[in-house]
């Protein structure tokens, strides 16, 4: 394909066979799984992938790619929307899908959140992400890299960070390191604590990092709360809490509220 990569979608194509087959044995995708691919680009992993499933959609936003893409691998179904935007109820079975894919840095956040709020539909994922972003996926309490990121993350999924990847492998070559995360979603989460309380929740004490959870929360739509009433210590920065503290916190705060506000 001869189509320049485009900045607007983050572009960075992945050339290099080595990593392209170190990225789809770690995937290990099997002839009758049901497989997602976010950002096919040029075809190297949906080249490997078509080779062992013939279940595979793939959601490209880039016209210019999708007839030669449908052409070269015809057992795929391309599917040329934003992912950001797409309605999985609208496109895909009730089978578990599997995602994988090279995704836009600049989005990766948003996607991660995307595959959360759907997780219900999904067995796993494995995504490539900037290293740094990788690093905050997986981080623990007291680290400089803990945060939101890596609290929601991993109260939804299970996490790991698969190997690091250079920036020699793609064009053109982005100016930071790369990883493969794998997100396995097979979390029981608590049924009494809505999703959407949770995520502000945790958003919300980290409003104002390095400041006390009293203060973060404050400052937010928590503001009203009587944070008094509860047992806890709330002199604490919330990079101090574990995942555990986070959801007891959310949970009393919702019963506090009992408004379920969204």
């Known amino acids: 394909m001869k189509n320049k990569p485009l900045k607007k979608f983050g572009q ?7 990593t392209i087959l170190k990225i789809i044995d770690c995937f290990n995708p099997q002839k009758d799984d049901s497989i997602i691919e ?15 499933s013939y279940n595979i959609k793939a959601i490209e ?27 999985f109820s609208e496109v895909f079975e009730s089978d578990k899908l599997r995602v994988i894919g090279n995704i836009p840095y600049n ?17 796993d994922a494995l995504i490539m992400v900037q290293y740094e972003v990788a690093k905050r996926m997986i981080s623990k309490p007291n680290s400089k890299d803990y945060g ?14 698969e190997f690091k990847i250079p920036p020699t492998v793609f064009v053109p070559k982005p100016k930071v390191d790369s990883a493969i995360i794998s997100l396995k979603f097979d979390k029981i989460c608590n049924s009494e ?17 390095r400041k006390t959870l009293k203060n973060s ?18 002199s604490r920065r919330a990079e101090t809490l574990s995942i555990e503290e986070f959801v007891w916190l959310a949970l009393t705060l919702s019963k506090q509220s009992n408004d379920g506000r969204e």
């Open 107 to 123: 989005i990766t956040s948003p996607i991660i959140f995307k595959l959360i709020e759907s997780r219900t539909l999904f067995s």
């Open 148 to 161: 939101i990121l890596g609290v929601i993350l991993n109260y939804f999924a299970t996490v790991n960070l």
């Open 193 to 209: 604590l809505n999703d959407r309380f949770f995520i502000n929740f945790v958003k919300s004490s980290f409003g104002n990092r």
């Open 12 to 18: 960075n194509y992945l050339t290099d066979k080595n």
């Open 217 to 234: 929360l404050n400052n937010s739509i928590f503001a009203s709360n009587n944070l008094s009433e509860i047992d806890f210590d709330f």
């Open 61 to 87: 936003i880039d016209t210019r790619v999708i007839d030669e893409l449908s052409n070269q691998f015809p057992n795929v179904k391309f599917i040329n929307k934003d992912f950001l935007k797409l309605d």
């Open 38 to 52: 976010i950002g096919p680009g040029r075809g190297a992993l949906t080249n490997e992938l078509s080779k062992i």
